[in-house]
């Protein structure tokens, strides 16, 4: 890489990163080319230099989040044994990044996709980004003869809809309304599920 790719890479992490830092810590309605730009300390005009809009810049977040997010889940699951268990951990784990930073959860689960990138590009790497995470288990699930391959697909898919359904429910509507209780009530169904 010569100086020139090293320094358009540098600019391009300060504001993806000064983006990032304004989703999370005020929802992604504060996000504006203007806002993103003094948070890195350039003009507004600068981040045109690096991205094509502000759309293109969110749809580089959402990589970067999910990075983020999966070096957090396999922090908190590389201790536990592979097989179910180990599934259950990283959905665990998943559920908690996006409690923990609900800027980051709305980007994911509640903004529309008018023009985020690509759009059909995003909402497939927002869709399919739980398969992704525990897609190893699944296989050693199914070379182990734990679960059997046409099972797999469905258990995958109620999963999705039930953990971004209980997501929903609890980041919007507070039901239930308190962590314990939800994660008590989400563990119930991954189990279910799963077993």
Known sequence: MDNKEIQTQRMKGYFIQAAKELIKGEGL?????????????????TLYNYFKDLNDLIFECVKDFQAECEVFVNSKTKKITNGKEKI?????????????YPGTFELFFLER?????NKKTTSELIYTFLDRLCEEQWQYCINENI???????KIRTQLRFT??????FYENRLQPDNYNDFATL??????????
């Open 186 to 195: 989400l563990n119930n169904q991954i189990d279910n599920i799963i077993e």
């Open 147 to 153: 679960i059997y391959t046409e099972k797999v697909q």
């Open 29 to 45: 309605k504060s996000v504006s080319t203007r806002s993103v730009a003094e948070r890195a300390g350039y003009s507004y005009a």
């Open 163 to 168: 953990i971004m359904g209980m997501l929903l």
């Open 113 to 117: 996709m008018r023009g985020i990138g």
């Open 88 to 100: 259950k951990a990283i959905i665990s784990a998943y559920v908690h990044y996006f409690i923990e």
